[in-house]
C-alpha cells in the first residue's frame, strides 16, 4: 500500500459529531467521554475495594471485636481488595482513563484510530466490573483464595467461594482481558501512527512514553493470565489436571492427579510481574510531565528516562520468578532471577535521579498536583528500596510472606502509584472539565493521604521484621511477638480510616468544583504539551477544530534562556517564539 | 517458559531496537527542520495493518504461552500421549489450502478482479469451515476412542489448544463473512481490498500456527 | 516549603523509628547469621540512598520553590552525570547482590551430614516423619492415605517400616545438628517457616520441596505456616522443640514407628466394659451423658477423638487449667487407665453403646447459626459427623450443653491454653469467632437442627 501523507491521515478516520445524549455521553466513541467511563468505573471499584481494606485493617488493629468480619469474610476482602485494586482501579485507571484521555490529545490526533473498538472496550470493562462485583452475593460468596489464586486451594475445599466465586473471578478476568486486549490494540496504534506533524518520537511527552510501553506489556502478559484463568477454570469444571496434583480435601481422595501448582505459579507471574510495571510505566510518565511542568523545568535526561523505560519494560519478563523464591521450584533458579531483578534496579533509580534533578536549578510551584508528584518521589523512593530487599534471593527468605512484603508492595504499587492518580487528577481537572479545583481541599486531601499512608505502611515494615505472617486473620498469642505489635496495629487501623476517609475530601472537591469552580483557561498552569493547546477547553469532539496542530519542539521547553515566557509550547515554530525581553533571573 | 521467553525476547528487542533506532541519535531539545516536517506515523501501512500486527502479537503471546504450559506439564510422570487422528493431516490440507485461496483472493483483489475476488473469498470461506467441521471429527473420534478430556493431560492440551485456534478461525470467519457481503452485494470495493489483505495475513498466521500446534502434538 | 520541612522529618523519623523500634527481628536460633549479614547490608546501603536522595529532594524544594522573577535553569541533560550516578548505583547493587547470592548458594547445597527430617502439611494441621533407624524414608504418595495409614506410606516397601511417624504438630530436632526438612502437603500449598530460624519454603502437594539449617540455640519456637492455604490458615500452628542429642534421642525412641501403628490391636470391648464402671457413674451406663454431673455423651462419638482426650487428660495437656473445674474432675479419672491399650479397650466398649441423639437444652436462631456454623463445616463436616482427617470430632446429636461449655471453655482459653494442645488452641481461634452468648447458641441451634 501507498504511502498516505498526513494530510490524508485525518480523513481516514471518520468523526460524526454525536447528536444525542446517549451518543454523546453513554454510547460514545469519543476518547475523552470513553476516559471518564473509565475514570468514573475505576474510581466506584476503587472506593469498593478501600472500604473491603478498612474492614481488614478494623480486624487486624482491633480482633475479634466485629461480628460481621468472620474469617471466610477476611479472605474474600483480602483477595477482592487486591484484584480491584491491582487489575480494576490501577491498571484501567492508567491505560483506560489516562491512557485514552492523554494518548490523542498529547499525540495530537483526533481520536483514537479505532474509535468503535475503543467503545466496546469500555462497555466490556464494565461487564467485567459487574461480573466481580456479583461474585459477592452468590451463594458461598466471593472467592477467598488471595488475589493470586493459587491452585489447589483456589478450587478446594477450605476455600470461600470455591463452588461460585471462583468462577465469576476467572470469567471476569477473561473478560477484562478482552476489554484492555482492545483498548491496548488502539493505545499502540494510535501512537504508532496518528501522531501530527513534527510529532517525532522523541519530542512525545513521558506520559504517552510511559503509557504507549505499559499497553505493550500488557498486551504482551495479559495472555498469561487468560491462559492459567482457562486452564484452571477447565480443572474446576470438567476435572482436568493441569495445576491439579492428586489431594486429599476434606477427608476425600480427589479425581486429580499429576497436576503441576507451581505451574499456574509460572504463568500467574509471568503476567504478575509486567502488571507491576504496567501500573508504574504510566505512573513513571505521568510524573515526569507534572513535575516539569510545575518546576518550570525541562525533565532532566529526557533520553535516559525514554531508554529507561523501554529497558524497564524490557526486563520486566524475565524477572516474574522473584515471586517464587519460596515456591518450592528450582533453587537454582534463584542466581538468575535475584540477578535479573536487582538489575532493573539501576534503570529505576536512574529515573529517581532525573525527577530529583529536575527540580534541581527549578522554579517549583508546590501546587497541589506538584505536591502528590513530590509525595511520589518519596514514597517511590521508599518502596524502591524494600523492593531489593525481596529481590535478593536470600533475604526474601527471612521477608517472603511476611508484612514487610505488605508493605513493600503498598508503598511501591499502591501509595505511589494512587498519588499519581491524584497528581495527574489534579493536574488534567483544568482541561478536562473547564473548572478549576479547589486549593484548599486539595491540600487537606493531599497532607491527610499522604502523612497517613505512610504512618500506615512504614510501621507495616517492621512487623514483617519481627515475623509477622500476611494474610492472618488473627494473630493470636505467639511466642515470638511483644504485645506492643498489637498496639502497632490498632495505630495503622486508625491511620487507615483517616487515609479513607480523606479520599471523600476529594470527591468533595470534584463535585464542588464541577459545580461552582472557577473557570479554567485553556492553559494555567503555562504548559507546553499539545493538550494545553487546544482551541476548545475542555475539547470538542475531534479535539482540534478545523486543523490538526503542527509540532516544532520537544515537550519540554521550558524557562529556555533568551526567551520572554518561562514555557515554549510544542506548537510554537522557532520563528516565531518571543526573543529577547527576559526579564527573569535565572537561578545561579 | 523457554518457547514464551523465546517469542518475547525477539518481539521485545524487535521493538526496542526499533525505537532506539528512532530514538538513540535525536536530541530533541535541538530544533531540527526535518523533524517539523516529518508525518506522525512511524510506519507506513495502514493503521489497521499495524492493529492486525499488534494484534497477533497478542495472539502469538497467548499460544506461546499455551506451548509453553504444554512443554511444562508434559515434564509430570502422568503424561500419556494420545494417538493423532490421521484426520488432522486432511484438515491440515484444508487449512493450507484454504491460506492459498486467500493468497491468490489477495492477488486478483490488488488487479481489481471483482467477480474473481467473489468466488476466491468463497473458496477460502469453504475450506476453512471445512477445516473446522474435520476439527469437531477428530474431537469425535477421539472421545469416542475414550480419550476424554479429563482423563489425561496430553488430551486435555489436545483439545485445548485446538479449541483455542478453532475459537480464533473462527473470528476470522466472522470478517470473512463480512467482506464476503460486501464483496457479492456491496459497492466499497476499496474496504473489501483491505480486509482481503488482512484476512490473507490472519489465514497465514493461523496456517502457522496450527503447523506449529499440529508439529508440537505430533512430536510427543 | 512546609513540604520540604515535613519530608526532611520524616526522613528522621524514619530512621529514629528503625533504631528505637522494638519490632525487629527475632533472636537468630539457626545457623543464617550470613542472612542477618546481608539484611544489615542491604540496610546499610538502602539507608543511605534513603537518606541522601530524600535530604537532596528537599533541600531542591527549599532553594528552588518558586520566587518572583526567578527563571529555571534550561539544562536537558548531562551525561557526565548521569554516567557517575549509573556507576555508582551499579556499585550499590553489585555490594547487595553479591554477598546475597554467596549465602543462598550455600541454602542450595545442603550439607553432606545433614539428618533427614520429614514435615507433613494439610488444612490446617501439621505432622511429621523420620526415617528411623535405616536412615532413609520409604515411599509415601497422597493417594495411598486413609484413616489408618494418615501419612500415606507405601506399605510394602521396607525402607518404610521403621519410618518414625510423629501426628502432631510438635517435632523435636537435635542443638547444633543440620537438618534436612524435606517437605510435603497432602492438599494444598503450606509454607513451613520459623521465623527466629529465617529460612522457609512452601509445601507443594504432588512434589517434594526442601530447606535445611541447623539449629543453634535450645529452646521451643512456633511454627507458622505462611502460605495462605484456606479460611483456617492463622490457625495453622505447630512448634520445633530443639534440645541436646540425648533429649532428642529419647523422645524419638517414644514415638511409635510406622510398622507399629500398623500393627495395633483393635481394643477389646468386653474388657473394657469393665473398665467403663468407673465412667458410667457420671456418663452414665450407655453412654448417654448427665447434665447433672456435667458429663456429655460419649455414645456415637468419634473413637480416635475419645482416645486423644483421654491422653491429653493424662499427658497433662487437659484438666490442668484452674478455671476448668470438671475438666480437673476428669483428669484423674483418665489417669486410672494405665496405658494405651487400655484406653482402646474402654474405647470399643463405648463405641458398642447404643447412639440415640441427645436431648436438645439449647434454644436458638437456626438460620443465624447456620451462618456461625459455616467455618465449622469445614472440618466438622456439613452435617456436624466430624472427620478424623481434621482432627474434628463429631458435633451433632452429642449434648448440646457440653459443646457450648466447650466453646466457652475455648474463647476463654480454659481449654487449649496448653502449648501442647494444638487442636485446642486452633479451636480456641475458632470459638473467638463467636462474638457473644447469642451467637453461641444459634450454633447449636443449628447444629440441633443437622
Given at each position: 500500500?501507498?504511502?498516505?501523507?498526513?494530510?490524508?491521515?485525518?480523513?481516514?478516520?471518520?468523526?460524526?459529531?454525536?447528536?444525542?445524549?446517549?451518543?454523546?455521553?453513554?454510547?460514545?466513541?469519543d476518547?475523552?467521554?470513553?476516559?471518564?467511563?473509565y475514570?468514573?468505573?475505576?474510581?466506584?471499584v476503587?472506593?469498593?475495594?478501600?472500604?473491603?481494606?478498612?474492614?481488614?485493617?478494623?480486624?487486624?488493629?482491633?480482633?475479634?471485636?466485629?461480628e460481621?468480619?468472620r474469617?471466610e469474610?477476611?479472605?474474600?476482602?483480602?483477595?477482592?481488595?487486591?484484584?480491584?485494586?491491582?487489575?480494576?482501579?490501577?491498571?484501567?485507571?492508567?491505560?483506560?482513563?489516562?491512557?485514552?484521555?492523554?494518548?490523542?490529545?498529547?499525540?495530537?490526533?483526533?481520536?483514537m484510530?479505532?474509535?468503535?473498538?475503543?467503545?466496546?472496550?469500555?462497555?466490556?470493562?464494565l461487564?467485567?466490573?459487574?461480573?466481580?462485583?456479583?461474585?459477592?452475593?452468590?451463594p458461598?460468596?466471593?472467592?477467598?483464595?488471595?488475589?493470586?489464586?493459587?491452585?489447589?486451594?483456589?478450587?478446594?475445599?477450605?476455600?470461600?467461594?470455591?463452588?461460585?466465586?471462583?468462577?465469576?473471578?476467572?470469567?471476569?478476568?477473561?473478560?477484562?482481558?478482552?476489554?484492555?486486549?482492545?483498548?491496548?490494540?488502539?493505545?499502540?496504534?494510535?501512537?504508532?501512527?496518528?501522531?501530527?506533524?513534527g510529532?517525532?518520537?522523541?519530542r512525545?511527552?513521558?506520559?504517552?512514553?510511559?503509557?504507549?510501553?505499559?499497553?505493550?506489556?500488557?498486551?504482551l502478559?495479559?495472555?498469561?493470565?487468560?491462559?492459567?484463568?482457562?486452564?484452571?477454570?477447565?480443572?474446576?469444571?470438567?476435572?482436568?489436571?493441569?495445576?491439579?496434583?492428586?489431594?486429599?480435601?476434606?477427608?476425600?481422595?480427589?479425581?486429580?492427579?499429576?497436576?503441576t501448582?507451581?505451574?499456574?505459579?509460572?504463568?500467574?507471574?509471568?503476567?504478575?510481574h509486567?502488571?507491576?510495571?504496567?501500573?508504574?510505566?504510566?505512573?513513571?510518565?505521568?510524573?515526569s510531565?507534572?513535575?516539569?511542568?510545575?518546576?518550570?523545568?525541562?525533565?532532566?535526561?529526557?533520553?535516559?528516562?525514554?531508554?529507561?523505560?523501554?529497558?524497564?519494560?524490557?526486563?520486566?519478563?524475565?524477572?516474574?520468578?522473584?515471586?517464587?523464591?519460596?515456591?518450592?521450584?528450582?533453587?537454582?533458579?534463584?542466581?538468575?532471577?535475584?540477578?535479573?531483578?536487582?538489575?532493573?534496579?539501576?534503570?529505576?533509580?536512574?529515573?529517581?535521579?532525573?525527577?530529583?534533578?529536575?527540580?534541581?536549578?527549578?522554579?517549583?510551584?508546590?501546587?497541589?498536583?506538584?505536591?502528590?508528584?513530590?509525595?511520589f518521589?518519596?514514597?517511590?523512593?521508599?518502596?524502591?528500596?524494600?523492593?531489593?530487599?525481596?529481590?535478593?534471593?536470600?533475604?526474601?527468605?527471612p521477608?517472603?510472606?511476611?508484612?514487610?512484603?505488605?508493605?513493600?508492595?503498598?508503598?511501591?504499587?499502591?501509595?505511589?502509584p494512587?498519588?499519581?492518580v491524584?497528581?495527574?487528577?489534579?493536574?488534567?481537572?483544568?482541561?478536562?472539565?473547564?473548572?478549576?479545583?479547589?486549593?484548599?481541599?486539595?491540600?487537606?486531601?493531599?497532607?491527610?493521604?499522604?502523612?497517613?499512608?505512610?504512618?500506615?505502611?512504614?510501621?507495616?515494615h517492621?512487623?514483617?521484621?519481627?515475623?509477622?505472617?500476611?494474610?492472618?486473620?488473627?494473630?493470636?498469642?505467639?511466642?515470638?511477638?511483644p504485645?506492643?505489635?498489637?498496639?502497632?496495629?490498632a495505630t495503622?487501623?486508625?491511620?487507615?480510616?483517616?487515609v479513607?476517609?480523606?479520599?471523600?475530601?476529594?470527591?468533595?472537591?470534584?463535585?464542588?468544583?464541577?459545580?461552582?469552580?472557577?473557570?479554567?483557561?485553556?492553559?494555567?498552569?503555562?504548559?507546553?504539551?499539545?493538550?494545553?493547546?487546544?482551541?476548545?477547553?475542555?475539547?470538542?469532539?475531534?479535539?482540534?477544530g478545523?486543523?490538526?496542530?503542527?509540532?516544532?519542539?520537544?515537550?519540554?521547553?521550558?524557562s529556555?534562556?533568551?526567551?520572554?515566557?518561562?514555557?515554549?509550547?510544542?506548537?510554537?515554530?522557532?520563528?516565531?517564539?518571543?526573543?529577547?525581553?527576559?526579564?527573569?533571573?535565572?537561578?545561579? | 517458559m523457554?518457547?514464551?521467553?523465546?517469542?518475547?525476547?525477539?518481539?521485545?528487542?524487535?521493538?526496542?531496537?526499533?525505537?532506539?533506532?528512532?530514538?538513540?541519535?535525536?536530541?530533541?531539545?535541538?530544533?531540527?527542520?526535518?523533524?517539523?516536517?516529518?508525518?506522525?506515523?512511524?510506519?507506513?501501512?495502514?493503521?489497521?495493518?499495524?492493529?492486525?500486527?499488534?494484534f497477533?502479537?497478542?495472539?502469538?503471546?497467548?499460544?506461546?504461552?499455551?506451548?509453553?504450559a504444554y512443554?511444562?506439564?508434559m515434564?509430570?510422570?502422568?503424561?500419556?500421549?494420545?494417538?493423532?487422528?490421521?484426520?488432522?493431516?486432511?484438515?491440515?490440507?484444508?487449512?493450507?489450502?484454504?491460506?492459498?485461496?486467500?493468497?491468490?483472493?489477495?492477488?486478483?483483489a490488488?488487479?481489481?478482479?471483482?467477480?474473481?475476488?467473489?468466488?476466491?473469498?468463497?473458496?477460502?470461506?469453504?475450506?476453512?469451515?471445512?477445516?473446522?467441521?474435520?476439527q469437531?471429527i477428530?474431537?469425535r473420534?477421539?472421545?469416542?476412542?475414550?480419550?476424554?478430556?479429563?482423563?489425561?493431560?496430553?488430551?486435555?492440551f489436545?483439545?485445548?489448544?485446538?479449541?483455542?485456534?478453532?475459537?480464533?478461525?473462527?473470528?476470522?470467519?466472522?470478517?470473512?463473512?463480512?467482506?464476503?457481503?460486501?464483496?457479492?452485494?456491496?459497492?466499497?470495493?476499496?474496504?473489501?481490498?483491505?480486509?482481503?489483505?488482512?484476512?490473507?495475513?490472519?489465514?497465514?498466521?493461523?496456517?502457522?500456527?496450527?503447523?506449529?500446534?499440529?508439529?508440537?502434538?505430533?512430536?510427543? | 516549603?512546609?513540604?520540604?520541612v515535613?519530608?526532611?522529618?520524616?526522613?528522621?523519623?524514619?530512621?529514629?523509628?528503625?533504631?528505637?523500634?522494638?519490632?525487629?527481628?527475632?533472636?537468630?536460633?539457626?545457623?543464617?547469621?550470613?542472612?542477618?549479614?546481608?539484611?544489615?547490608?542491604?540496610?546499610?546501603?538502602?539507608?543511605?540512598?534513603?537518606?541522601?536522595?530524600?535530604?537532596?529532594l528537599?533541600?531542591?524544594?527549599?532553594?528552588?520553590?518558586?520566587k518572583?522573577?526567578?527563571?529555571?535553569?534550561?539544562?536537558?541533560?548531562?551525561?557526565?552525570?548521569?554516567?557517575?550516578l549509573?556507576?555508582?548505583?551499579?556499585?550499590?547493587?553489585?555490594?547487595?547482590?553479591?554477598?546475597?547470592?554467596?549465602?543462598?548458594?550455600?541454602?542450595?547445597?545442603?550439607?553432606?551430614?545433614?539428618?533427614?527430617v520429614?514435615?507433613?502439611?494439610?488444612?490446617?494441621?501439621?505432622?511429621?516423619?523420620?526415617?528411623?533407624?535405616?536412615?532413609?524414608?520409604?515411599?509415601?504418595?497422597g493417594?495411598?492415605?486413609?484413616?489408618?495409614?494418615?501419612f500415606?506410606?507405601?506399605?510394602?516397601?521396607?525402607?518404610?517400616?521403621?519410618?518414625?511417624?510423629?501426628?502432631?504438630?510438635?517435632?523435636?530436632l537435635?542443638?547444633?545438628?543440620?537438618?534436612?526438612?524435606?517437605?510435603?502437603?497432602k492438599?494444598?500449598?503450606?509454607?513451613?517457616?520459623?521465623?527466629?530460624?529465617?529460612?522457609?519454603?512452601?509445601?507443594?502437594?504432588?512434589?517434594?520441596?526442601?530447606?535445611?539449617?541447623?539449629?543453634?540455640?535450645?529452646?521451643?519456637?512456633?511454627?507458622?505456616?505462611?502460605?495462605?492455604?484456606?479460611?483456617?490458615?492463622?490457625?495453622?500452628?505447630?512448634?520445633?522443640?530443639?534440645?541436646?542429642?540425648?533429649?532428642?534421642?529419647?523422645?524419638?525412641?517414644?514415638?511409635?514407628?510406622?510398622?507399629?501403628?500398623?500393627?495395633?490391636?483393635?481394643?477389646n470391648?468386653?474388657?473394657g466394659?469393665?473398665?467403663?464402671?468407673?465412667?458410667?457413674?457420671?456418663?452414665?451406663?450407655?453412654?448417654?451423658?448427665?447434665?447433672?454431673?456435667?458429663?456429655?455423651?460419649?455414645a456415637?462419638?468419634?473413637?480416635?477423638?475419645?482416645?486423644?482426650?483421654?491422653?491429653?487428660?493424662?499427658?497433662?495437656?487437659?484438666?490442668?487449667?484452674?478455671?476448668?473445674?470438671?475438666g480437673?474432675?476428669?483428669a484423674?479419672m483418665?489417669?486410672?487407665?494405665?496405658?494405651?491399650?487400655?484406653?482402646?479397650?474402654?474405647?470399643?466398649?463405648?463405641?458398642?453403646?447404643?447412639?440415640?441423639?441427645?436431648?436438645?437444652?439449647?434454644?436458638?436462631?437456626?438460620?443465624?447459626g447456620?451462618?456461625n456454623?459455616?467455618?465449622?463445616?469445614?472440618c466438622?463436616?456439613?452435617?456436624?459427623?466430624?472427620?478424623?482427617?481434621?482432627?474434628?470430632?463429631?458435633?451433632?446429636?452429642?449434648?448440646?450443653?457440653?459443646?457450648?461449655?466447650?466453646l466457652?471453655?475455648?474463647?476463654?482459653?480454659?481449654?487449649?491454653?496448653?502449648?501442647?494442645d494444638?487442636?485446642?488452641?486452633?479451636?480456641?481461634?475458632?470459638?473467638?469467632?463467636?462474638?457473644?452468648?447469642?451467637?453461641?447458641?444459634?450454633?447449636?441451634?443449628?447444629?440441633?437442627?443437622?
Amino acid at each position: 500500500m501507498a504511502y498516505v501523507a498526513i494530510a490524508d491521515r485525518d480523513h481516514e478516520q471518520e468523526h460524526h459529531d454525536p447528536q444525542t445524549f446517549i451518543t454523546k455521553y453513554v454510547w460514545s466513541q469519543d476518547h475523552k467521554v470513553i476516559a471518564i467511563q473509565y475514570g468514573v468505573v475505576a474510581i466506584f471499584v476503587g472506593l469498593i475495594a478501600m472500604g473491603l481494606s478498612v474492614m481488614m485493617r478494623l480486624q487486624l488493629g482491633f480482633p475479634d471485636s466485629f461480628e460481621l468480619i468472620r474469617p471466610e469474610n477476611y479472605y474474600q476482602f483480602v483477595t477482592m481488595h487486591g484484584m480491584i485494586m491491582v487489575v480494576y482501579l490501577l491498571t484501567a485507571l492508567f491505560l483506560g482513563g489516562f491512557g485514552n484521555y492523554l494518548i490523542p490529545l498529547m499525540c495530537g490526533s483526533r481520536d483514537m484510530v479505532f474509535p468503535f473498538l475503543n467503545m466496546l472496550s469500555f462497555w466490556f470493562y464494565l461487564l467485567s466490573v459487574i461480573i466481580l462485583l456479583a461474585s459477592f452475593f452468590v451463594p458461598g460468596g466471593a472467592t477467598g483464595a488471595g488475589w493470586t489464586l493459587y491452585p489447589p486451594q483456589a478450587i478446594a475445599a477450605g476455600t470461600p467461594g470455591v463452588d461460585w466465586g471462583i468462577l465469576l473471578m476467572l470469567g471476569s478476568l477473561a473478560v477484562f482481558i478482552v476489554a484492555f486486549t482492545m483498548g491496548g490494540l488502539n493505545y499502540v496504534t494510535t501512537v504508532l501512527q496518528a501522531r501530527c506533524k513534527g510529532m517525532t518520537l522523541m519530542r512525545m511527552p513521558l506520559s504517552v512514553w510511559g503509557i504507549f510501553m505499559a499497553t505493550i506489556l500488557g498486551l504482551l502478559a495479559f495472555p498469561a493470565l487468560l491462559v492459567s484463568a482457562v486452564m484452571m477454570l477447565l480443572d474446576k469444571l470438567v476435572l482436568t489436571s493441569f495445576f491439579m496434583p492428586a489431594i486429599i480435601s476434606a477427608g476425600e481422595q480427589l479425581s486429580y492427579s499429576g497436576g503441576t501448582p507451581i505451574l499456574f505459579q509460572h504463568l500467574f507471574w509471568f503476567f504478575g510481574h509486567p502488571e507491576v510495571y504496567i501500573v508504574a510505566l504510566p505512573a513513571f510518565g505521568i510524573v515526569s510531565d507534572v513535575l516539569a511542568t510545575h518546576a518550570r523545568k525541562n525533565i532532566f535526561g529526557y533520553r535516559m528516562m525514554v531508554w529507561a523505560i523501554l529497558a524497564i519494560g524490557g526486563l520486566s519478563f524475565i524477572v516474574w520468578a522473584h515471586h517464587m523464591y519460596v515456591s518450592g521450584m528450582n533453587p537454582y533458579f534463584g542466581f538468575f532471577f535475584a540477578t535479573t531483578t536487582l538489575v532493573i534496579a539501576v534503570p529505576t533509580a536512574l529515573k529517581v535521579y532525573n525527577w530529583v534533578l529536575t527540580l534541581w536549578q527549578g522554579n517549583i510551584h508546590l501546587r497541589v498536583p506538584m505536591l502528590f508528584a513530590i509525595a511520589f518521589i518519596f514514597t517511590f523512593i521508599h518502596g524502591g528500596l524494600t523492593g531489593l530487599f525481596l529481590g535478593n534471593v536470600v533475604v526474601d527468605l527471612p521477608l517472603s510472606d511476611t508484612y514487610f512484603v505488605v508493605a513493600h508492595f503498598h508503598m511501591v504499587m499502591g501509595v505511589s502509584p494512587v498519588l499519581v492518580v491524584f497528581a495527574g487528577i489534579y493536574h488534567w481537572f483544568p482541561k478536562i472539565t473547564g473548572k478549576m479545583f479547589n486549593e484548599t481541599l486539595g491540600r487537606w486531601h493531599f497532607w491527610l493521604t499522604f502523612l497517613g499512608t505512610y504512618s500506615i505502611y512504614l510501621p507495616m515494615h517492621y512487623l514483617g521484621f519481627l515475623g509477622v505472617p500476611r494474610r492472618y486473620y488473627a494473630m493470636g498469642n505467639t511466642d515470638f511477638m511483644p504485645a506492643s505489635a498489637q498496639t502497632l496495629n490498632a495505630t495503622m487501623t486508625v491511620a487507615a480510616i483517616i487515609v479513607a476517609l480523606a479520599q471523600f475530601i476529594f470527591l468533595y472537591n470534584v463535585i464542588v468544583s464541577l459545580r461552582s469552580g472557577k473557570k479554567a483557561g485553556s492553559n494555567p498552569w503555562g504548559a507546553t504539551t499539545l493538550e494545553w493547546q487546544t482551541p476548545d477547553t475542555p475539547p470538542k469532539h475531534g479535539n482540534w477544530g478545523h486543523s490538526l496542530p503542527e509540532v516544532h519542539r520537544w515537550a519540554y521547553d521550558y524557562s529556555v534562556p533568551g526567551q520572554e515566557q518561562d514555557f515554549t509550547p510544542q506548537t510554537v515554530p522557532a520563528s516565531e517564539v518571543p526573543v529577547g525581553r527576559d526579564h527573569g533571573v535565572t537561578h545561579e | 517458559m523457554t518457547v514464551t521467553l523465546i517469542f518475547l525476547a525477539v518481539i521485545m528487542v524487535t521493538v526496542i531496537v526499533w525505537l532506539l533506532r528512532q530514538t538513540l541519535n535525536v536530541q530533541p531539545w535541538v530544533s531540527d527542520a526535518a523533524a517539523d516536517a516529518v508525518s506522525g506515523a512511524s510506519l507506513p501501512t495502514h493503521t489497521k495493518t499495524i492493529g492486525l500486527t499488534t494484534f497477533l502479537a497478542v495472539a502469538t503471546s497467548l499460544f506461546a504461552l499455551f506451548v509453553s504450559a504444554y512443554t511444562l506439564r508434559m515434564q509430570m510422570v502422568d503424561w500419556r500421549p494420545l494417538p493423532e487422528p490421521n484426520l488432522l493431516w486432511i484438515n491440515t490440507g484444508f487449512l493450507v489450502l484454504a491460506s492459498v485461496a486467500y493468497q491468490w483472493t489477495r492477488g486478483r483483489a490488488i488487479k481489481g478482479h471483482n467477480s474473481a475476488v467473489k468466488i476466491g473469498l468463497l473458496v477460502s470461506g469453504i475450506l476453512s469451515i471445512l477445516f473446522l467441521v474435520g476439527q469437531l471429527i477428530a474431537w469425535r473420534e477421539l472421545s469416542g476412542a475414550g480419550y476424554y478430556l479429563s482423563s489425561n493431560p496430553a488430551n486435555a492440551f489436545f483439545y485445548l489448544l485446538t479449541a483455542v485456534h478453532g475459537i480464533h478461525l473462527l473470528g476470522g470467519l466472522y470478517v470473512w463473512a463480512r467482506s464476503t457481503v460486501k464483496a457479492w452485494f456491496g459497492v466499497d470495493t476499496e474496504a473489501v481490498r483491505l480486509s482481503i489483505e488482512l484476512c490473507t495475513v490472519y489465514w497465514h498466521f493461523l496456517l502457522l500456527v496450527w503447523v506449529v500446534l499440529f508439529g508440537l502434538l505430533l512430536a510427543t | 516549603m512546609t513540604l520540604a520541612v515535613v519530608l526532611i522529618i520524616l526522613v528522621i523519623g524514619s530512621v529514629v523509628f528503625h533504631f528505637l523500634s522494638p519490632w525487629t527481628f527475632t533472636p537468630l536460633a539457626s545457623n543464617w547469621s550470613q542472612i542477618d549479614d546481608t539484611i544489615n547490608i542491604t540496610f546499610w546501603v538502602t539507608g543511605f540512598v534513603f537518606v541522601a536522595v530524600n535530604l537532596f529532594l528537599a533541600y531542591a524544594v527549599i532553594k528552588y520553590r518558586a520566587k518572583d522573577g526567578a527563571k529555571a535553569v534550561y539544562e536537558p541533560e548531562n551525561s557526565k552525570l548521569e554516567t557517575w550516578l549509573t556507576i555508582f548505583t551499579t556499585v550499590g547493587v553489585v555490594a547487595m547482590l553479591a554477598p546475597g547470592l554467596f549465602v543462598w548458594a550455600k541454602f542450595v547445597d545442603v550439607p553432606d551430614n545433614a539428618i533427614d527430617v520429614e514435615a507433613i502439611g494439610q488444612q490446617w494441621h501439621w505432622s511429621y516423619r523420620l526415617p528411623g533407624a535405616d536412615g532413609e524414608f520409604g515411599n509415601a504418595d497422597g493417594r495411598l492415605i486413609t484413616s489408618a495409614n494418615p501419612f500415606g506410606l507405601d506399605a510394602d516397601d521396607p525402607l518404610g517400616q521403621d519410618d518414625i511417624l510423629v501426628n502432631n504438630a510438635e517435632v523435636h530436632l537435635p542443638l547444633d545438628v543440620p537438618v534436612k526438612l524435606n517437605l510435603r502437603s497432602k492438599d494444598v500449598l503450606h509454607n513451613f517457616t520459623v521465623a527466629q530460624f529465617r529460612v522457609k519454603m512452601d509445601m507443594v502437594p504432588g512434589m517434594e520441596t526442601h530447606m535445611w539449617f541447623t539449629p543453634t540455640v535450645v529452646g521451643r519456637y512456633e511454627v507458622l505456616c505462611e502460605e495462605l492455604c484456606g479460611v483456617a490458615h492463622y490457625t495453622m500452628r505447630g512448634a520445633v522443640i530443639v534440645e541436646e542429642q540425648a533429649a532428642f534421642d529419647a523422645w524419638v525412641a517414644r514415638q511409635p514407628t510406622f510398622a507399629d501403628t500398623q500393627a495395633a490391636v483393635a481394643g477389646n470391648a468386653a474388657v473394657g466394659a469393665g473398665q467403663y464402671a468407673v465412667c458410667a457413674a457420671c456418663h452414665g451406663q450407655q453412654g448417654e451423658g448427665q447434665l447433672a454431673l456435667n458429663a456429655p455423651k460419649l455414645a456415637g462419638q468419634s473413637p480416635w477423638y475419645l482416645k486423644r482426650q483421654l491422653q491429653n487428660y493424662k499427658g497433662g495437656l487437659r484438666g490442668v487449667h484452674e478455671d476448668d473445674v470438671f475438666g480437673r474432675q476428669m483428669a484423674p479419672m483418665a489417669a486410672t487407665l494405665v496405658n494405651d491399650a487400655a484406653i482402646d479397650n474402654v474405647i470399643a466398649h463405648i463405641q458398642s453403646l447404643p447412639d440415640n441423639p441427645a436431648a436438645k437444652t439449647i434454644e436458638g436462631d437456626v438460620a443465624a447459626g447456620a451462618k456461625n456454623y459455616a467455618i465449622c463445616a469445614y472440618c466438622h463436616g456439613p452435617d456436624g459427623q466430624g472427620y478424623e482427617h481434621m482432627n474434628a470430632p463429631r458435633v451433632a446429636g452429642m449434648t448440646d450443653w457440653y459443646i457450648k461449655s466447650q466453646l466457652e471453655n475455648f474463647r476463654n482459653g480454659v481449654r487449649g491454653a496448653h502449648p501442647g494442645d494444638f487442636d485446642g488452641k486452633q479451636m480456641g481461634y475458632m470459638a473467638k469467632t463467636l462474638h457473644n452468648e447469642k451467637a453461641v447458641n444459634d450454633l447449636i441451634a443449628y447444629i440441633n437442627s443437622l
